[in-house]
């Protein structure tokens, strides 16, 4: 899969990419007293510092020494995730206790990475992890956020049922980036993304199996997981909520997965898959 170069094309997007949900990028003044607000509201958690550095957001909690960069003003929900422990939180999301779970030695691949809060979870535990992310302000983000993780390997681009060129439709919320349609607060804009099908993605990179995929796709996860029948993938946690046009698309993952063989489970819209034994 082909690496762009980041700085440039979020240079490109940049008036999309600069914006906050709901409203404009935020400067240092309105930051300040954004964050005080939001650590007011919610005086249990953290505090947490937001400052602009560059091309990215920097959300600190001092308490925690967690440090995480966004690719535009972190939103309240954003916020809250590093306030309360973000890569915790997306490892609880993401893995069925007793069912799919990361384990040592494992290969994981975090499809649809966002900022990097469950690829850094899984590090820690896995022994290796790539990291795909389609939208380039994100990827640069998702970079120095992994930075110093020898095990994490950042990657551009999207997954498909085929190796193609896409477009990537963007969203107020860099989260809500998606291939099929963005379904709160589109923006109309979009950037060129190369697309790969998962198998020859691993196969690129050495890999005969995967241990665990985790996959959020906006939407687009019938398309990804058509693009994985080559590679074989022990366990899966796939978010399957109402991201396509605003429809789920769990029964779809289950047929999927379930006429591959594997036993699933669904808990809050995410697909837990394992291969049967």
């Not at 920097?58 to 003003?73: I, K, L, M």
């Not at 490892?91 to 290969?107: A, N, Q, R």
């Not at 390997?153 to 099929?180: F, M, V």
């Not at 997981?225 to 046009?245: F, N, Q």
Request: negative net charge.
């Amino acid at each position: 899969m082909a690496t762009a170069n980041a700085i440039d094309t979020i240079r490109r997007d940049g008036v999309t990419e600069a914006l906050s949900k709901g409203g404009v990028r935020f400067p240092t003044s309105v930051a300040i007293p954004y964050e005080m607000v939001l650590h007011r509201l919610s005086p249990a958690h953290d505090f947490v510092r937001i400052t602009p550095a560059g091309e990215t957001w920097v959300a600190a909690n001092g308490s925690t020494g967690d440090v995480y960069h966004f690719p535009r003003c972190p939103h309240a929900g954003q916020y809250r995730q590093v306030s309360q422990g973000y890569a915790d939180n997306m490892i609880s999301k993401y893995t069925l206790e007793g069912v799919v779970e990361i384990e040592p030695d494992d290969t994981v691949v975090d499809a649809g990475a966002f900022v990097g809060a469950f690829t850094r979870g899984a590090a820690s535990t896995a022994a290796r992890v790539l990291a795909i992310e389609p939208s380039p302000a994100t990827l640069h983000a998702l970079k120095l956020n992994t930075s110093r993780l020898s095990n994490v390997t950042a990657i551009h681009g999207a997954l498909w049922s085929e190796s193609k060129p896409l477009q990537l439709r963007l969203g107020a919320d860099a989260s809500d980036h998606s291939l099929i349609d963005v379904d709160d607060e589109a923006t109309g804009r979009r950037v060129p993304v190369p697309a790969d099908r998962l198998d020859a993605l691993a196969s690129e990179r050495g890999l005969d199996e995967i241990d665990f995929l985790k996959l959020d796709a906006e939407g687009a996860e019938p398309e990804v997981l058509a693009g994985t029948s080559g590679i074989g993938i022990r366990k899966l946690a796939v978010d399957s909520r109402p991201e396509r046009r605003g429809t789920s698309t769990v029964e779809d993952v289950r047929t999927i997965l379930e006429d591959r063989g594997y036993a699933t489970a669904t808990d809050d819209g995410i697909v837990f898959a394992r291969q049967r034994s």
